[in-house]
């Protein structure tokens, strides 16, 4: 299989002119330098094909440059670029609109838009504290919320992140998340281990460490993202429904990342038979333009005027690209994610059985994480390992990204084709091989 020659000379002088001009707080994966991309296929400025297996986090559903997409920014643009939330258009309520109708609860919506997964969770907290009039709240470890202030307070995977930022927002308390692979409880005998973490969590942190009459919510990720692609168990959400019912706790849907169609239905939090109060929605969104919808049961979003705001809230641009992205994502791409997600996990499945250093396939629709471990039996996180598979297959033209210890994760466009999968997969196991032979 022929290595690519990346970074090319081109990529290269602009590499030097980012190191010189831009924050170096960003991570970066790999030195892929975009010049242009077409549905999963990318090119960088040097000519090098690139299969897209990370759809910028998971953000471009239908894409790189799907024309439907593409012409609805151009409509748009060719009226206005902003008003500002001070006023009203069209686009932005007739997205509202849309975005409560496919809300995952049977209640009618209020909607809060803004511009990133980080906002609309710092939306959601304010929201909750304000409903609630309490000022607790509970997040699980390895979670990933975002970086601002707030949202880094309910962020647990990785110290780095919160490194020279303490002291954090008070008041959050981290519980386990429910990983059968990794499980850091003990479970009581025929114990679905969902449960086992909501008994710690009635037992330990509302019996020992804040009350529950003091707790606003309960931020989740229906599918933990960047704390490695992890599927909870099938009794997880309803006694964390039960719990918070119990206790009068909001409970906070975060699909900022497993959300808009990614595991075969519109929110992941459908695969589990519970609505939630509050949902975080961004990355794949709007196809890539930057938008974030905090979407809550009208009983909840009760907050007066002023209470909260966004200059750039309903933005013209990424109201139209959201549009046309939902319709995309329910007339065939949510079904397409469904369909070839299973063709890919099974296709994971064969090349595991080929290498003792995977050591578990897991997910649901395309959102599918695949985890390398020293030894299956210890299921010790093999992170180096990973790594080098991972800038394996990136220099031989596939673009991938880690999460969690050991996790490469499979998140490309919806609208992949199991022809491009088997391509994709092709390089990837040739980059295991590679990494074994090491």
């Not at 239908?62 to 609805?72: E, I, M, Q």
């Not at 059968?180 to 009581?188: I, K, N």
């Not at 959300?259 to 695969?271: C, D, L, S």
Request: proline content about 6%; hydrophobic content about 40%.
């Amino acid at each position: 299989m022929q290595k690519l020659n990346v970074p090319g000379p081109k990529a290269k002088k602009i590499l030097a002119q980012d190191r010189k001009h831009v924050s170096p707080s960003y991570p970066r994966a790999h030195p892929l330098v975009m010049s242009h991309g077409k549905g999963t296929e990318v090119w960088d400025v040097d000519g090098n094909r690139f299969l897209d297996f990370a759809s910028g986090i998971a953000v471009v559903g239908t894409g790189h440059a799907h024309p439907k997409v593409v012409k609805a920014i151009q409509d748009q643009a060719e009226k206005f670029l902003h008003i500002s939330s001070d006023f009203y258009h069209a686009a932005w309520a007739d997205l509202s609109e849309r975005l409560s109708d496919i809300a995952p609860f049977s209640e009618d919506a209020g909607v809060f838009l803004s511009n990133s997964g980080a906002e609309c969770v710092e939306a959601a907290v304010k929201l909750a504290r304000n409903h609630t009039g309490r000022s607790q709240f509970i997040a699980f470890l390895g979670a990933f919320h975002g970086r601002t202030m707030g949202a880094l307070s309910f962020t647990a995977s990785k110290s780095i992140y919160r490194s020279g930022f303490f002291p954090s927002m008070p008041g959050v308390f981290h519980a386990p998340y429910p990983d059968t692979y990794r499980p850091l409880l003990a479970s009581h005998p025929g114990e679905d281990y969902g449960e086992t973490v909501i008994r710690y969590i009635e037992d330990q942190i509302l019996g020992r460490l804040v009350p529950a009459d003091e707790v606003a919510g309960i931020l989740v990720e229906p599918v933990q993202g960047e704390g490695g692609y992890i599927v909870p168990p099938p009794g997880f959400f309803p006694a964390l429904r039960k719990l918070c019912d119990r206790h009068g706790i909001l409970l906070i849907d975060d699909e900022v990342q497993a959300g808009m169609g990614r595991t075969g239905k519109m929110w992941a939090i459908e695969h589990f038979g519970v609505e939630p109060d509050i949902v975080t929605s961004a990355k794949g969104i709007a196809s890539g333009v930057p938008l974030g919808a905090t979407i809550a049961r009208k009983s909840v979003m009760t907050w007066p005027e002023g209470a909260h705001g966004n200059t750039y809230g309903g933005n013209p641009l990424a109201c139209a690209s959201a549009l046309a992205t939902i319709d995309l994502i329910e007339d065939e791409y949510m079904q397409n994610a469904a369909e070839v997600g299973e063709y890919a996990k099974d296709a994971l499945e064969e090349i595991q059985a080929r290498h003792k250093s995977i050591g578990q396939v897991r997910g649901l629709g395309l959102m599918i994480g695949i985890d390398f471990v020293k030894d299956q039996t210890t299921r010790e996180p093999a992170a180096a390992f990973r790594t080098r598979v991972e800038n394996h297959a990136f220099e031989h033209g596939l673009v991938t990204l880690g999460c969690g210890k050991s996790t490469v994760r499979f998140a490309p466009p919806l609208s992949i084709s199991k022809a491009e999968v088997d391509e994709g997969l092709q390089i990837l196991e040739y980059a295991i091989s590679l990494t074994e032979k090491e």
